[in-house]
């Protein structure tokens, strides 16, 4: 069974400063891992994922995400947060064998304050 | 560039009504899936296909049937709908894994709002 954890509901943080949304993860083997980012009456849009190769994944808006396998972790990171990041984000896990089925965490509401 | 497309975006249905969800991709994806979305419990999946005339359970697949007829169609039915059933229902695509074209991503419709009273 796969499983992901998002230990925080909520994350504040004020515009200009530096954010991190913690994800960690469960899965039978090596893992595919994504972010997803929603916005209000949307649907889940693409940030980035970590397939293979470089821990340090780089994606959408100046989002990056480091994987970190000892920890079971794979945490999203901003240098310098906007208030247009505020919304809804999804770490999501799947084993490479899994054939597309994510599991996703149950999000993190990120409010970026002016 | 369509995407995936879901109708209706909203519906709202007495207990014991029926409904069909819709969901069309115009990328010649292999897979498609049914998602929930309920607050503070992430995405559950409902059922998925990986491919035309296949469809198979997902994690909360009771209360729900599908069908893929068509490579481009993913129905969702629900035979008799119940107040748990009040949800946001998200439907998503992705190429056949490990296949040219996967980047193990997928894509999402906008959902579809369904109350049951």
């Known amino acids: 069974a796969q499983s992901v954890a998002q230990p925080e509901d909520q994350v504040n943080v004020a515009e200009g400063n530096p954010l991190t949304v913690k994800c960690t993860y469960s899965?039978?083997?090596?893992?595919?891992l994504f972010w997803y980012v929603q916005y209000p009456n949307r649907g889940l849009q693409f940030l980035l994922k970590y397939i293979t190769g470089d821990n340090l994944v780089k994606g959408s808006y100046g989002f990056e995400a480091e994987f970190n396998k000892s920890q079971t972790s794979f945490h999203l990171k901003k240098p310098s947060a906007l208030v247009s990041d505020s919304a809804l984000y999804f770490c999501a896990v799947r084993a490479v064998t899994s054939y597309g089925k994510l599991t996703f965490g149950q999000g993190t509401i990120l409010t970026v304050h002016p | 560039n369509a995407g995936v497309t879901q109708t209706p975006k909203f519906r709202v249905l007495k207990t014991g009504q029926s409904m069909t969800l819709l969901c069309a991709q115009d990328?010649?994806?292999?897979?498609m899936y049914w998602y929930r979305q309920d607050p503070g419990m992430g995405l559950r999946l409902i059922h998925y296909s990986v491919g035309e005339g296949t469809t198979a359970k997902g994690e909360v697949p009771d209360g729900y049937n599908v069908s893929r007829l068509k490579k481009q169609n993913f129905l969702l039915g629900l035979e008799s709908a119940a107040p748990s059933q009040t949800s946001v229902y998200f439907c998503?695509?992705?190429?056949?894994?490990?296949?040219?074209?996967?980047?193990?991503?997928?894509?999402f419709g906008e959902g579809s709002r369904l109350t049951v009273l």
């Open positions: 899965v039978s083997g090596n893992p595919y």
């Open positions: 998503a695509s992705s190429p056949q894994p490990r296949l040219a074209g996967d980047t193990g991503e997928l894509f």
């Open positions: 990328m010649n994806h292999e897979y």
